[in-house]
């Protein structure tokens, strides 16, 4: 069990209150309303950096303690923003070179938010100063139970390309490189003359002709991440300096890709995330559950806390469609389930004004009118019911592997397809174990592997040696483990493994990939219509010619007896798996250097799949799968459909005796047990019948006897006896 959070040891619920931004009227009145909705935690003063300092040095807190005197009298605790992500404009005025710069050089302006250069040295040093000016304050305030930094990091001004950066840039890697020549040959500087003689030449990846240099487009992304790191840890230091008892958080994003939370995580207390999945899309609830699994990774298994949601439609999209009627609570379980100790909504009172007015707010401009009120309230009762998982854990069989370095590399490499900033594969597999129930967790290559029965792997862009060791001795002792493409492609500088792909994961699966063999449809630019159009009655040549590249998937033809099976257990007629655009030339380590026919079983590797005929990778394998030790380790060469990875993962549970009752629950409902509490949330628009569900139910307050039945878009929480 972790620390909760409030003294009375209950799930947190609240939001971001601006109440400098509303007149004394409307603060008392928003108190009034925070009782009724059960509101315990409030996020204060996130941008009021104008109003706690509005001249350089002059702090003006008198406002701020009222509203904690205020919030203290009617039971409701504080999260204390540092309000550094809303610079003033006097700032701005006398230092316009904290402004930051884009990659073409521009200065942005003011008049938005967080229009600060992550290396300027009047930012770091107000910054500090404002964030121990609060900490001295407010030390005592008995309301103060948490400090909350700044606000998404690098959400809107993730890189600046001034010359303080560049400066900068160039120290961070002098401390990285040591000497010169190991930038040259880790960048291979040497393609089109970039070799540098000195640190002092090396330039941020402005705006160029054409493609950068990626090793050091990833390095900017690492040393920009690091700058804003430290910008965090300069203000912790001052709030922990006075308040060492008071834990941190800076809220995250999910799985932004700028910041590499995994590094970020050691130095936060509580993790904390902002989480925005949309209504509009069927695949919404998983978005919640998989980052909540994030969060719940990123300090192996501790409690999170939502610190953001939105109760009914966010502003920010093109088109913005509300939560249906129960989302707003069902979501809000389902993060508790996978391990949340609060939910927060951005925010408290919608604005009446500004960028943001539109974006739906616990209290709407309707007021009590607005139909989200009664949601807000129900879920103040429900969470309240629920005190017994704080603290709780999950308890997980499977792990995925999640590398954000990694998926920034892929990101960043030219070739040989445009990746998302994201992580596509991550995402998939996660989506499969969840459909079918299985308790996971999202780990990082540092993290223990010893306790997961099933570990997958999915584009691990960059090979690590020293984890990959881990996975074999994993392996050994039982583990069955998935490797998915791509992985193991380049180094940590980016520089391309030599020998064939997957690198030092090559021994343990017992195959390498001699090349990348790609589906490429819509082919940019040059997909010009007279390239593409082919009239049969007249062009003789091109009629002639095939095109399996055009399509965007790889069909597959399965060998071995076992996945067919498991595809017939998914329905009749047996559904046939595909690869997606991805596909590789696969070969067996021992014969690597005599390959002569793909159709091969060598030594320990099976084939599981191969490529049909109908692509140039015809017979080559897709799926290999190898027994090492008590374990079996596999590859899969194509960024494999969902009935594929269905049917892998009931053959890997099954050989791993991983629980999958989960997933033959009624359609819609999905099963997670945190400490003794386990969640049954029904994401379907019909009324579920449960049977079997017997203990106290937490929510209704009611005695489960067997058979249950859930509403539309609720959930229950049952309490083993
Ligand atoms: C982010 C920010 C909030 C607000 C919301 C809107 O999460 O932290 O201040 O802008 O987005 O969705
Ligand atoms: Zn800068």
């Not at 994201?422 to 995402?427: E, S």
């Not at 960024?639 to 594929?644: F, P």
């Amino acid at each position: 069990m972790s620390a909760p959070i409030l003294p009375t040891r209950n799930l947190t619920y609240g939001g971001d209150w601006n109440p400098d931004q509303w007149p004394k009227e409307t603060v008392a009145e928003d108190i009034e309303l925070m009782k009724e909705a059960g509101v315990n935690l409030v996020s204060l003063g996130i941008f009021s950096w104008v109003k706690l300092e509005p001249k350089p040095g002059e702090y003006n807190f008198g406002w701020l303690r009222e509203i904690m005197d205020q919030c203290h009298e009617a039971g409701i605790y504080v999260d204390l923003a540092t309000p550094t992500a809303a610079p003033p404009v006097w700032m701005v005025r006398s230092h316009p070179e904290m402004l930051p710069v884009n990659k073409d050089g521009v200065r942005l302006g003011f008049g938005s938010r967080q229009h600060f250069c992550p290396s300027s040295r009047e930012y770091r040093k107000r910054s500090r100063a404002i964030a121990a000016a609060l900490a001295n304050e407010f030390k005592d305030h008995p309301a103060l139970v948490m400090w909350h930094v700044n606000n998404e990091y690098a959400c809107h001004n993730p890189r600046c390309y001034c010359d303080v950066c560049e400066g900068d840039f160039q120290e961070w890697l002098r401390e990285k490189y040591g000497d010169i020549e190991t930038l040259n040959h880790a960048w291979n500087t040497h393609f089109w003359s970039q070799e540098y003689s000195d640190f002092s030449e090396i330039f941020p990846p402005r705006t160029m002709p054409t493609l950068p240099n990626s090793a050091q487009e990833l390095d900017y992304w690492r040393f920009s991440d690091s700058q804003t790191l430290k910008l965090f840890q300069a203000e912790a230091a001052e709030l922990r300096a006075v308040t060492p008892n008071v834990p941190v958080t800076t809220n995250f994003m999910g799985e932004f890709m700028y910041l590499d939370y995994r590094k970020w995580a050691p130095h936060i207390d509580m993790i904390s995330d902002d989480s925005y999945p949309d209504p509009a899309l069927p695949g919404a609830g998983h978005q919640v559950a998989f980052e909540a699994d994030i969060m719940r990774g990123l300090k192996g298994g501790q409690p999170f806390l939502l610190m953001e949601q939105v109760t009914s439609a966010v502003q920010w999209r093109p088109q913005n469609t509300p939560k249906r009627p129960g989302q707003f609570e069902l979501w809000s379980l389902s993060r508790v389930a996978h391990g949340a100790d609060g939910i927060m909504q951005f925010q408290w009172r919608q604005s009446p004004g500004g960028a943001e007015m539109f974006h739906g707010g616990m209290v709407n401009h309707a007021g009590k009118k607005s139909r989200w009120w009664n949601e807000v309230v129900k879920l103040g009762e429900s969470l309240s019911k629920l005190s017994p998982v704080v603290g709780g854990r999950v308890e997980a069989q499977a792990a995925i592997v999640m590398d954000w370095d990694s998926a920034r590399a892929r990101h960043l490499t030219a070739g040989p397809n445009d990746s998302p900033q994201d992580f596509p594969g991550v995402r998939a597999w996660h989506r499969t174990l969840w459909e079918k129930n299985i308790a996971l967790d999202l780990i990082g290559v540092e993290d223990d592997l010893s306790g997961y029965k099933i570990i997958i792997v999915p584009e691990l862009f960059i090979d690590y040696p020293e984890f990959s060791a881990r996975l074999q001795d994993a392996v050994e002792n039982g583990a069955h483990v998935v490797v998915a493409s791509p992985s193991g492609v380049v180094t940590s500088t980016l520089r391309a493994i030599l020998g064939g792909y997957l690198g030092s994961l090559s021994d343990l699966l017992g195959v390498a990939v001699t090349d990348h063999a790609l589906h490429a449809p819509d082919a940019h630019s040059w997909a010009r219509p007279d390239y593409n159009q082919v009239d049969p009655r007249v062009d003789r040549i091109t009629r002639a010619v095939d095109t399996p590249g055009a399509v965007d998937y790889h069909d597959l033809e399965v060998r071995s007896p076992a996945l067919l099976r498991a595809l017939d257990q998914i329905g009749t007629p047996r559904p046939q798996p595909r690869g997606g655009v991805w596909g590789e030339y696969v070969m067996a380590t021992k014969e690597a250097d005599q390959f002569t026919d793909p159709m091969w079983l060598i030594d320990e590797v099976e084939v599981i799949a191969q490529f049909a005929p109908e692509s140039d990778l015809g017979g080559w394998p897709a799926i290999t799968k190898r027994k090492v030790g008590k374990g079996t380790a596999w590859y899969v060469a194509t960024n494999l459909d969902s009935v594929g990875r269905d049917a892998l993962i009931r053959l890997l549970a099954a050989h791993a005796r991983v629980d999958v009752t989960g997933a033959d629950l009624p359609d819609g409902i999905e099963r997670v047990k945190r400490g003794d509490v386990t969640f049954y949330l029904n994401h379907s628009d019909r009324a579920v019948q449960l049977a079997g569900v017997t203990g106290f139910d937490l929510l209704s307050q009611a005695e489960a006897t067997g058979h249950a039945v859930i509403a539309p878009r609720s959930a229950m929480a049952i309490m083993a006896k």
